[in-house]
C-alpha cells in the first residue's frame, strides 16, 4: 500500500532560511514501501532526512499530492534553486498556517482552551497530511 510521508532536513531548513524561505521547508512524496530507506538515500544533495510525519493512502500519486498542496503552500520550484537536485515535492511551510490550523481543529472539537503553542516537526507534518488528501 502507498505511503503518504513527510521529511525534514536541518540542513536543507538551514539553506532555505539563508535565502529567505524560512527554516520550515518539507518534502512531501508518496512512496510503495518503508520511506526511511528513501530518507536514508536522501534528497537535494543532503543525507540528514527524517520522516517527521506518514500515512497510508488508496489511490494517490506523488504527482497528486504536490498538486494538491500546490493550491495551499508554496512549492520551492526546483528549476529555481540548484541546491534541490532537481527534487520535487520541496515545500516551505507559514507557521502561522500551522497555528491556525491547529486553533480552528480545536475549536470544533470544542477544546477551544487558548494555550500557548510551540510548533513541532510532527504538527507541520500532520498540517501537510491534512491538506494532501482534501
Not at 93 to 104: D, L
Request: net charge positive; hydrophobic share 45%; aromatic share 8%.
Amino acid at each position: 500500500m502507498p505511503v503518504l510521508y513527510v521529511a525534514r532536513s536541518a540542513r536543507l531548513a538551514r539553506w532555505a532560511s539563508d535565502v529567505g524561505f524560512g527554516k520550515h521547508v518539507y518534502k512531501v512524496g508518496v512512496c510503495d514501501d518503508d520511506p526511511k530507506a528513501l530518507a536514508a538515500a536522501g534528497w537535494a544533495g543532503e543525507t540528514d532526512w527524517k520522516i517527521v510525519g506518514s500515512e497510508p493512502v488508496e489511490g494517490l500519486s506523488e504527482s497528486d499530492v504536490i498538486e494538491r498542496l500546490g493550491r495551499r503552500q508554496k512549492p520551492i520550484d526546483p528549476k529555481i534553486y540548484p541546491k534541490l537536485k532537481g527534487a520535487t515535492g520541496v515545500f516551505r511551510v507559514a507557521a502561522e498556517h500551522v497555528e491556525n490550523h491547529i486553533i480552528v481543529g480545536r475549536a470544533l472539537a470544542g477544546d477551544s482552551d487558548r494555550i500557548d503553542m510551540k510548533l513541532k516537526p510532527a504538527d507541520f507534518a500532520l498540517y501537510l497530511i491534512h491538506n494532501a488528501l482534501r
